[in-house]
C-alpha cells in the first residue's frame, strides 16, 4: 500500500498543469475535496507544484471558489506542520541552530520580527513554505502571530496567483487584474501589520 501511495505521488509530480486540471476534473464528483487535498499535501511534500494547484483550483471551480478551497488546505497544512514541530519541542530546533550556525539569524529574524517575515514568505508561492512552518513552529513565535500571518499571506499568494492565472489567455487584454493584485498585496500588509500591533498589545496586558 506504501508503494502505491509513493507511486501516486510520483506521477503527480510528474504531472503538468493540463494534466491536474484533467485529474481534478475527474474528481469534481467528491466536491471540494481534491480541491483542499492537494494544497494541503503540499504543506508536507514541497515537491508538489502549488502554483499548478492554485491555478487549476481557480479554473475548475471557478474564480470565487478556487481561492477558498485553496486557502483552506493550504492554510490547515501550515498549521498542521506548526503544531508538529510545537509539539515536538524547540530542542530540535536549538540543535539545528547549534549544528548549522547560519540557521540561527533565520530563527532570530522570525522570533524577533514575527509577523513581517512570516508574512512576506507566505506571499510569494516558491517560498520555502515547509521550512517556514516548521521553523515557526520550533522557535518562540506565538501561534496567534504565525497564524495571522499565514492566513493573511497565503490569501494574498492564492489571490494573486488565481486572478492572474484564471482565464489567463485575456490577461494581456486585463491589465488592471495586474493592478488589483498589487494593490490587494500592499493594503493586506499594512492592515495585517495593524492586526499584529493590536494582538501583541493585548497580548501583554
Not at 494541503?40 to 471557478?62: D, H
Not at 530546533?93 to 508574512?119: M, N, S, V
Request: aromatic share 18%.
Amino acid at each position: 500500500m506504501f508503494e502505491s501511495i509513493m507511486d501516486w505521488f510520483r506521477d503527480l509530480q510528474q504531472m503538468d498543469e493540463a494534466e491536474i486540471r484533467q485529474a481534478i476534473q475527474s474528481y469534481a464528483a467528491y466536491g471540494p475535496l481534491p480541491g483542499i487535498l492537494l494544497p494541503f499535501l503540499e504543506a508536507f511534500l514541497a515537491f508538489l507544484p502549488l502554483f499548478v494547484f492554485i491555478a487549476v483550483n481557480a479554473n475548475v471551480y471557478g474564480l470565487g471558489l478556487g481561492i477558498l478551497y485553496s486557502w483552506i488546505g493550504v492554510c490547515l497544512g501550515a498549521f498542521s506542520v506548526f503544531w508538529i514541530a510545537r509539539l515536538i519541542g524547540r530542542r530540535p530546533g536549538i540543535w539545528l541552530q547549534r549544528r548549522f550556525p547560519a540557521t540561527r539569524r533565520f530563527f532570530r529574524w522570525i522570533e524577533r520580527k514575527g509577523f513581517t517575515p512570516i508574512f512576506l514568505l507566505a506571499c510569494f508561492p516558491f517560498a520555502p513554505s515547509f521550512l517556514v512552518n516548521l521553523a515557526s513552529g520550533l522557535s518562540t513565535v506565538r501561534f496567534g502571530t504565525f497564524a495571522l500571518a499565514i492566513l493573511m499571506g497565503k490569501a494574498v499568494m492564492i489571490f494573486s496567483v488565481s486572478f492572474l492565472s484564471f482565464d489567463i489567455t485575456q490577461l494581456a487584454h486585463q491589465p488592471w487584474r495586474i493592478v488589483t493584485a498589487v494593490v490587494v498585496i500592499a493594503a493586506m500588509w499594512f492592515g495585517g501589520k495593524k492586526l499584529e500591533s493590536r494582538y501583541l498589545s493585548r497580548a501583554s496586558r
